[in-house]
């Protein structure tokens, strides 16, 4: 399976602010397409308001689930394709074993999939004595530099050309070189080899189409085109989720997403795979299976305050908008999924408690509703997320996170409803205060057990009169 | 593969929902038995398209390609689509190797270009992928020694620049993939405006939609690219560095 790191949050999001290499990459991306996603969604013939329709689409489609993902496997079952159900991470990479051993496999190529990091299928198979292969050029350096990807789309965004240079010439066995076309040749030369030589793709799955009985990938390197033609078997594995009912539906949602992730009217590639290659065919996968993967969906869906979650396509625009992202970077999440998006999925797939750290450090900003495809009320999420961690709930099974916190509200809530007692604690204070000696107008540290508010912050001195001595006197 | 496991699956789902097991399968709208009328409006658009709309669409076409490194051509009649090639193939020079190989898809177009002749007075060979030709393997090792592939499309979306190709005997796939340089030979009237008349033809139109979206069904919108180090963009990270449409104007 593969590594939950959300409790190291804090220390990775320190490191990361600390890494100015990263800082800058995280700015020259936000920059890039956070703006770029905005200007496209303006110039969409429906104008933005597709997004609100898009989000009803996909709200009819998540409550509808079970009847869109039968009519899929049906009709790609139909194409001779194979569909396998997978309740959770471990079914489903023992089912890619499974395929694997029965077609004797030893090389694998593979299409950029947060699914698959999400069940840990590289190291499954790397397990079993295959050889896997990132084709993604972001994912090719960061599996050559034995890293996991830092964003959903730009997954090597962290690395240097001074480091993807020194990486290559030590893993390839070539003269160091920092030009990023030399560097992008070298890795097509490499990659060519392994999707000439290899024996089994596996891919994602961006939005299938259940009428029609397909699954569609999106890319603009090409590599998904190779890794999903070239070899004899082709294993697509899907989130549960991840599909829309009518060819209507995927129309509004492709386009939205090739906005959404890298502000493109289109991606250079789309593939609509529905089957094996047919009888007289040239090329084409012999075999092809749909994995489609539950793995703790059907738990949000059944939640209706989390259901909306389920909406989401993956395409990252929240990372490319939100100002936490934008200083901690993707690590600092611990999970396949970071930013906006991961803030949320990850609390509810890897327990609430586990990962209450993502869902804290957001700012509620809103930005990243704003440039949501299908304008998911992530903010709302993440509030709720907040109480569940406050308050405790047993069907997510959370404990609440700090009981200090939630005394001192209690004994807050009651003081402010006693007018002499609020007087009193605010005259105490605005006297105790001096002792705390304001620097600049500025108090530098609260005294236990609140100096948790100043740790990364300062705080304005009470007055020294209150509003209401104030009123009462007439002055103003 | 068991079917016990997807009902158990599925009954999670219909659980999670909230709804009986035995739920009617289908909720009425969920997926559309006739056609809306704006469906019905954009296939007659398409129907009653003149040429100098296609001409029009041409242009959008050639707007949309500029940025995204996809080079269109317009070339008066199938001679010209000749020449045309036939000085790519000149000019260019092989990305793998030093041999100077072609692979075209068979099909009835671009066998009306005399690609074999034509290119014969460079010595530059031409293979089809032939359906009756003998062993997958050998094919395949054609298309991965050859530095061009040439195809025609199904469909040219104008307003992203987008070739739509779909699987058929005789039309490999890797031919539009695995060389270096693409060249797609497209006449005019298979030009059309966008994903929507896209979608509502596979759909919709009674001959397209007989066919569908076949068992893969590919987008191509320009040369294969990346920006994946330092955010700088280069083309041709796996797929071809190059993509040519080039248009035939004549009716």
Not at chain 1, 110 to 137: C, F, P, R, Y
Not at chain 1, 304 to 327: D, G, T
Not at chain 2, 199 to 205: E, F, H, I, R, T
Request: glycine share 6%.
């Amino acid at each position: 399976m593969t590594k939950i790191t959300t409790e190291n949050y804090v220390t990775e999001a320190r490191k990361a602010i600390k890494n100015q290499v990263l800082q800058r990459a995280l700015a020259d991306l936000q920059n890039r397409f956070g703006r770029g996603t905005a200007e496209c969604y303006r110039r969409l013939p429906e104008g933005p308001g597709l997004r609100l329709k898009a989000h009803e689409v996909r709200m009819q489609t998540v409550e509808n689930l079970d009847v869109v993902l039968e009519t899929l496997a049906a009709n790609i079952r139909k194409n001779g394709g194979q569909v396998f159900f997978a309740e959770d991470g471990q079914a489903a990479v023992n089912y890619c074993l499974e395929v694997a051993q029965r077609h004797k496999v030893s090389r694998v190529v593979k299409g950029k999939s947060m699914v698959s990091e999400e069940i840990g299928l590289n190291d499954a198979l790397i397990d079993s004595g295959i050889d896997v292969s990132e084709t993604d050029l972001g994912e090719y350096i960061i599996q050559l530099a034995g890293e996991t990807p830092s964003h959903i789309i730009a997954p090597a965004i962290h690395k240097t050309r001074d480091d993807v240079g020194s990486l290559f010439a030590e893993k390839l066995d070539i003269p160091y070189e920092t030009d990023p076309p030399r560097l992008t040749w070298i890795a097509r030369k490499a990659l060519r080899e392994k999707f000439l030589a290899a024996d089994m793709g596996t891919s994602g799955c961006n939005i299938a189409c259940a009428e029609t009985g397909h699954i569609t990938t999106v890319s603009n390197e090409g590599n998904i085109r190779m890794s999903t033609t070239l070899p004899r078997v082709h294993i697509a594995i899907m989130g549960m989720e991840r599909v829309a009912a009518r060819l209507e539906d995927h129309d509004m949602l492709l386009r939205l997403l090739c906005r959404g992730a890298a502000a493109q009217n289109m991606a250079t590639y789309v593939s609509y795979i529905g089957g094996p290659r047919c009888a007289h065919q040239a090329d084409g996968p012999q075999e092809f299976h749909l994995v489609v993967l539950d793995n703790g969906r059907s738990r949000i869906l059944a939640d209706e305050q989390f259901r909306e979650m389920l909406c989401c396509i993956r395409c990252a625009a929240c990372l490319n908008v939100c100002p936490v992202y934008a200083k901690i970077g993707g690590h600092s999440y611990g999970y396949a999924y970071s930013g906006p998006v991961g803030a949320v999925v990850t609390p509810l797939l890897v327990g609430i408690n586990r990962a209450k750290d993502l869902c804290l450090g957001e700012t509620l900003c809103g930005a990243c509703q704003d440039i949501c495809p299908v304008n998911i009320n992530l903010p709302r999420m993440l509030l709720a997320l907040r109480t569940k961690l406050a308050e405790g709930d047993t069907a997510w099974g959370v404990t609440p996170a700090d009981r200090k916190e939630k005394l001192f509200f209690q004994a807050w809530s009651w003081m402010i409803r006693n007018r002499g007692l609020y007087d009193l604690a605010v005259k105490l204070a605005a006297t105790g205060q001096k002792l705390l000696a304001p620097k600049d107008g500025m108090i530098r540290r609260l005294p236990p057990p609140i100096h948790g508010w100043t740790k990364a912050r300062d705080i304005k001195p009470l007055a020294a009169q209150s509003f209401i001595s104030r009123w009462k006197k007439g002055t103003k | 593969m068991s079917t016990a496991n997807q009902q158990e699956f599925i009954n999670r789902i219909k659980l999670a929902l909230g709804k009986p097991f035995s739920a009617s399968r289908q909720k009425a709208d969920l997926f559309s038995r006739e056609m809306s009328a704006e469906t019905r409006a954009i296939l007659e658009r398409i129907k009653n398209r003149t040429a100098d709309d296609r001409k029009k669409l041409l242009e959008t076409l050639i707007e949309a390609a500029g940025p995204i490194h996809l080079t269109v051509r317009t070339c008066l009649d199938i001679n010209a689509v000749t020449d045309a090639i036939t000085e790519v193939v000149r000019n260019k020079d092989p990305e793998w190797g030093d041999k100077k190989r072609v692979v075209a898809w068979q099909h009835p177009l671009i066998e009306s270009l005399n690609l074999p002749d034509a290119l014969s007075e460079q010595g530059v060979p031409v293979f089809f992928s032939d359906v009756n030709a003998p062993g997958g393997e050998t094919l395949r090792q054609r298309i991965i020694d050859s530095y061009i592939g040439i195809t025609t499309a199904d469909f040219c979306m104008a307003d992203t620049a987008t070739l739509v190709m779909r699987t058929r005997p005789g039309q490999a796939r890797t031919i539009s993939l695995v060389p270096a340089i693409h060249i797609a030979v497209v006449e005019l009237n298979r030009i059309i405006a966008d994903l929507k008349e896209l979608y509502a033809l596979l759909k919709w139109d009674p001959l397209e939609s007989k066919e569908g979206v076949t068992n893969c069904m590919t987008f191509i919108s320009g040369p294969s690219k990346t920006a994946d180090i330092e955010a700088t963009m280069v083309h041709g990270a796996h797929g071809p560095r190059e993509v040519y449409i080039f248009a035939i104007t004549a009716e």
